[in-house]
């Protein structure tokens, strides 16, 4: 099976380290970050990973925003983008999948099997 | 997906991390405790609160992932607390920073 490559988009210093070495040494991908949606389409359209991992909440340019901006640039549109957010109330849950993402996971997540629901998310199990 | 690597040797990395991460934690924890004190006096202010809401935000998204999903529970009451204030809000913010405080080994 190919390795993965997967690009973490999140502002938090410690979700993106501890997300990267879930997925890197539990499930042996190839992860890079960027830690803002702005910096994350120019690693997404430099690098077009397998799959992106994007927080909901940053500053400026926001997850759902990011998503629609990537949804405007053909070569970005096809990679699958799975949002990660700290809300866990069911009116936030209907209207990030809504958006049209792959999926939503939520945080906190269990770094030991992060890569494993993204693998289900994703359909690579 | 490939085989899992050792669990183990995770968990040691996460470890390692979480003390990385006990500074700026530690800094998080004192405004939200500047927060609670200032919501009991009274004198909490729009921007004091935005940035207090942000940081339980944060909270309730890491802690868990080190371990600490009571921690979880008390920032994200904190979150609500901080974003709904009522008059019984104060007492019951500085109850679970209290908690929170106690929860973290800082």
Redesign the interface.
Known sequence: ?PTRRILIIDD????R??AA??LE????WQVSTASSGAEGMRLAAAELPDAILMDV?MPAMDGPTTFREMQKLPELASIPVILL??K?QGVDQRRFAGLGVTAVLF??????TL??QM?EALG?? | ??P??D?E???K??AS?WER?LP?LRERCALLERAATAAQAGTLTPELRAEATAIA??L???????GY?EG?DLA?RIEEHLEAPTPTDAPRLTHDVTALLATLPL
């Open positions: 099976m938090e210093d410690d979700i380290e501890v070495l879930s040494s539990v499930a042996g909440m957010t700290a866990v945080k906190p997540f269990d770094p030991l890569a494993e693998s690579w199990s | 997906m490939p899992a690597k669990p040797a995770t968990r990395l996460l991390l991460s700026v935000h944060k309730s998204g890491s802690l868990g992932m080190f999903p979880t994200r």
